[in-house]
C-alpha cells in the first residue's frame, strides 16, 4: 500500500472518527434535554407527593373529626332514648294516676248521689 493509499485511508478514518464524534455530542445534547425533562418531572413528582401528603393528612383529620362527631351523636341520641323512656314511664304513672282519681271521683259522685 503506498503512502498516498495510506493518508487517504487515515483522512477516511479520521473523517469518520469527526461524523462519530458529531454524533455522540448530538446524543449527549439530547441525553442532556432529558435528563433535564426527567429532574423537571420528577421535581413535579414531589410537589404532587407532597400535595398527597398534605391531602392525606387533612383527610384523616377530617375523619377523625366526623368520628368523634358520630360518637357524641350516639351518646346524644342515647341519652334522648333514655330521658324519652323514663318520660314515657312517667306519663304511664300520671296516666294511671289520673285514671285512679277519675275513678275516685266517680265513686265519690255515685256516693253523693245515693
Given amino acids: 500500500m503506498s ?3 495510506l493518508l487517504v485511508v487515515i483522512s477516511e478514518m479520521l473523517r469518520k472518527q ?3 464524534a458529531e454524533k455522540l455530542d448530538h ?9 433535564e425533562i426527567l429532574n423537571q ?13 398534605q ?4 383527610l384523616k383529620e377530617t375523619g377523625d373529626s366526623l368520628k ?10 342515647q341519652q334522648q ?7 314515657l314511664s312517667s306519663l304511664d304513672k300520671q296516666s294511671q294516676f289520673n ?3 277519675l275513678n275516685k271521683l266517680g265513686d265519690i259522685e255515685n256516693a253523693l248521689k245515693k
Fill in 81 to 87: 332514648q333514655e330521658f324519652n323512656v323514663q318520660f
Fill in 27 to 35: 446524543h449527549s445534547e439530547i441525553l442532556d434535554q432529558h435528563t
Fill in 18 to 20: 469527526d461524523q462519530q
Fill in 41 to 53: 418531572h420528577t421535581k413535579i413528582l414531589n410537589q404532587h407527593t407532597e400535595i398527597l401528603n
Fill in 3 to 5: 503512502d498516498k493509499d
Fill in 99 to 101: 285514671e285512679r282519681f
Fill in 55 to 58: 391531602h392525606t393528612v387533612i
Fill in 68 to 77: 368523634h362527631f358520630v360518637d357524641v351523636s350516639i351518646l346524644q341520641f
